[in-house]
T-cell receptor, first 115, second 117 residues
């Protein structure tokens, strides 16, 4: 069983919908991340949170809005998405200073389809 | 900027064959970390190994082994006696140790491994 849990695993939404992806880590880590994985593209880092504070926003469009209420939970709020936003969204966590060579543990991902 | 190259895109082998997945990296950092992850069809990225730049000792874990050579900037991964359950996409990744742009985990494009019965 993975230490990083994501829900829902699959989501289909219209371009005018508002939905949220949820992530919870059970590893006692203090850093959490959102990554996007599109077909035929390398993994893209979207957001980084360190002790609940956002430390990285990798030029992500505002239609993606992250929220980190505590070190164990991370949300990605979605609204007015485009079909090209369809992808696998991976949540991850790590111990210690965010990034910096620390091992990042990933969840199972949320498969998002925008229609 | 740092870079990870996985030149092989798809590899197909028959069960019980040995297979080596290549990874070549570029970085200007003197301290850095190399990783391998496995991504089965379910989507989860499963952590396999992390090595720091000062430890060039090869590592073996069951059927998996890793060969780290700084001289050629390579960190290759070998699966011995492959099994159908090894079928997945394998990613090599690199991270600098300090804060800043190079501290981000840079992934290669991945190698799709298919193991046929």
């Amino acid at each position: 069983e993975t230490g990083v849990t994501q829900t829902p695993r699959h989501l289909v939404m219209g371009m005018t919908n508002k939905k949220s992806l949820k992530c919870e880590q059970h590893l006692g880590h203090n850093a959490m991340y959102w990554y996007k994985q599109s077909a035929k593209k390398p993994l893209e880092l979207m957001f980084v949170y360190n002790f609940k504070e956002q430390t990285e926003n990798n030029s992500v469009p505002s239609r993606f809005s992250p929220e980190c209420p505590n070190s164990s939970h991370l949300f990605l709020h979605l609204h007015t998405l485009q079909p090209e936003d369809s992808a696998l969204y991976l949540c991850a966590s790590s111990q210690g200073q965010a990034l910096s060579g620390n091992t990042i543990y990933f969840g199972e991902g949320s498969w998002l389809t925008v229609v | 900027a740092q870079k990870v190259t996985q030149a092989q895109t798809e590899i197909s082998v028959v069960e019980k064959e040995d297979v080596t997945l290549d990874c070549v990296y570029e970085t200007r950092d003197t301290t850095y970390y190399l990783f391998w992850y496995k991504q089965p069809p379910s989507g989860e990225l499963v952590f396999l190994i992390r090595r720091n730049s000062f430890d060039e000792q090869n590592e073996i874990s069951g059927r998996y082994s890793w060969n780290f050579q700084k001289s050629t900037s390579s960190f290759n991964f070998t699966i011995t006696a492959s099994q159908v359950v090894d079928s997945a996409v394998y990613f090599c990744a690199l991270s600098g140790a300090s804060t800043g742009a190079n501290s981000k985990l840079t992934f290669g494009k991945g190698i799709t491994l298919s193991v046929r019965p």
